[in-house]
C-alpha cells in the first residue's frame, strides 16, 4: 500500500506540508539531500534521486518548518518506496511508535 494514497480522515496523526530540504543517511554513508513534502509525529515522506529498500533503516536530519533554528535527527525505516518519474523516487518513512516525533506545545 502507498502510505500517500491513505484518506486524510484515516490517518493517526496529523500531516503538515514541509517541502523543505532535509538529508538522509544509511547507516556507513555520506548523507544526500532529499527534499521533505511532509512530516507528522509518525513519520515523514521525502522525495529524492535514490531509491530505498523497504525496512531500510535510515537516518533524517532536519530542520522544524516552524523553528528552523532546531536541527532534529530522527532515525525512521522506509515504510514504502515507489518511482514517481525516471531517476525520482518517493519515500515513506515511519520512526516508529516508540521514536515519534513531539512537536513544542503552540
Keep these: 500500500m502507498h502510505m500517500a494514497n491513505i484518506p486524510a480522515g484515516r490517518r493517526m496523526y496529523n500531516r503538515y506540508e514541509t517541502n523543505s530540504t532535509a538529508w538522509v543517511r544509511r547507516v556507513l554513508e555520506q548523507p544526500v539531500e532529499v527534499l521533505m513534502e511532509n512530516l507528522s509525529a509518525r ?3 521525502i522525495i ?22 532546531r536541527r532534529i535527527r530522527k532515525q525512521a525505516h522506509v515504510a514504502w518506496c515507489a518511482q514517481v518519474r525516471e531517476g ?16 513544542p506545545a503552540a
Design 88 to 103: 525520482v523516487w518517493e519515500t515513506g518513512l515511519d520512526f516508529g511508535l516508540d521514536n515519534m516525533l513531539l512537536f
Design 43 to 45: 513519520g515523514a515522506a
Design 48 to 69: 529524492g534521486y535514490e531509491p530505498f529498500g523497504v525496512n531500510d533503516t535510515l537516518t533524517l536530519l532536519f530542520d522544524l518548518p516552524f523553528s528552523p533554528k
